[in-house]
Structures are given as C-alpha cells and as structure tokens.
C-alpha cells in the first residue's frame, strides 16, 4: 500500500508562474511532512517542512500547504525560475519510518 | 561546514557477491538513516540508526543490514547480490532520533549489478 501518493507526475510551467505539487497520505499518525527538491546525479535537499499543528508555513518563494482534515498537503513554488527545474518529492514520517511520494519532474520554460 | 558524504561514489558488482557503502554524517549529527532509490521513483527507507542502535526499519530482506560507529558513520552492506539491487543509495543525516526532524541526504553511491 502506498503510503503517501504525489501529483501530477511532470508538470511545465511558464518563468514567473506558480508550480503546484500535491501529496496524499494515508496514516494519520504521520507528524512531519518535508519536500525535497533532486536535481540529476545529486541526493534529495531539504526545501520546507510542516509539521501538522500549523496549515501553512512559507520560506522565500515556496509554500507548504497542509489540510488535517484531508490528509492533503502541497508545494506551491511563486515566481517559478528555469533554475527550479528539478524533481520534487513529498516525504511523510512517524516512529522512525519515512515514506516518499514518487515524484514530480517540473519543467519551468523560460 | 562538510554535508553528508558518501563512498564510492559508484561501484559496480556481479550478481551473489556482497557490498559495503560508506557514510560520514554533517559534524553533530547523530542520526543516520539509508535510502535505496531505483531511477524514476523516489527514495525507499532502509534503515535509520542514532547512537549506534537501529530505531527504524523499512520494508527490506535480511540481506540488508546496517551499523553505525561510534563517531556516527555509518556502513549499509547488502549480501547476495541481485539484479535488483541496482539503485542509488542514499545516506542522510538528522541531528537526533526522531523522525519528525529534518533530515540532510548525501549524493548518494550508484551501485550496478550485472
């Protein structure tokens, strides 16, 4: 089973547009819900984290959105740039398990 | 300051023989956990060690199997080699045993097997 589901799989964006990834997840036990960015040949960075106390939490251009109620959260990337081209994925995590989405290839044009 | 790094870089083995990649975490990270990422999906939990015991474990055979030293470096071997074996694997480091902080990934070992 799946423990935690990410969409669309590749996404193209215009330069200045707003890029959108979604993540659901199944286990309500999850307490912490990360995103990393993966450019080719490189290991995953650490972009945000959330955890599920607080619905929305921003750093520079990008924004965690989290619904509890849901068990939904996403990425929103403001003023995407062609350098934030690159894979994304969703993490979730509890009692010292951890679980990835599978991904989204974003393509920001120029 | 040094991030997590890993050896080899890339390693290249035959199907039946054993393996050991290397990991040195962030200085004063405590906390070392290992991913295996096969292309196009994302990275499957292994193991995750703090203070040299192993406080989480994925879904994996036995084949698998972890330490970690006394400094916090960490080794994976992997026995019995298959075919599908062949991944990246990914070592990150966190700075306690908790899975609700955030972890720091290496570039990771490309390991092929024929």
């Known amino acids: 089973q799946q423990q935690v589901k990410q969409s669309p799989q590749s996404l193209i964006v215009q330069k200045g547009g707003i890029s959108i990834i979604n993540c659901a997840y199944e286990n309500t036990a999850f307490d912490y819900f990360p995103w990393y960015q993966q450019f080719p040949g490189k290991g995953p960075a650490l972009l945000i984290a959330?955890?599920?106390?607080?619905s929305e939490k921003k750093e520079g251009r990008f924004t965690i959105s989290f619904n509890k109620s849901a068990k939904q959260f996403s990425l929103h990337i403001m003023d995407s740039q062609p350098g934030d081209s690159a894979t994304y994925f969703c993490?979730?995590?509890?009692?010292?398990?951890?679980?990835f989405g599978s991904g989204t290839k974003l393509n920001v044009k120029p | 300051d040094a991030g997590v790094t890993q050896s080899p870089t890339h390693l290249i083995k035959t199907r039946g023989q054993q393996v050991t990649l290397r990991c040195s975490p962030i200085?004063?990270?405590?906390?070392v956990s290992w991913y295996q990422q096969v292309l196009g999906q994302g990275p499957q939990f292994i193991f995750q060690y703090y203070e040299k015991e192993e406080r989480g474990r994925g879904n994996f055979p036995d084949r698998f199997s972890a330490r970690q030293f006394p400094n916090y470096s960490s080794e994976l071997n992997v026995n019995a080699l298959l075919l599908g074996d062949s991944a990246l694997y990914l070592c990150a480091s966190s700075l306690g045993g908790y899975s609700n902080q955030p972890q720091h990934f290496g570039d990771g070992t490309r390991l092929s097997i024929l």
């Open positions: 959330i955890r599920p106390d607080v």
């Open positions: 993490a979730s995590s509890y009692f010292n398990k951890f679980y």
């Open positions: 200085s004063g990270h405590k906390s």
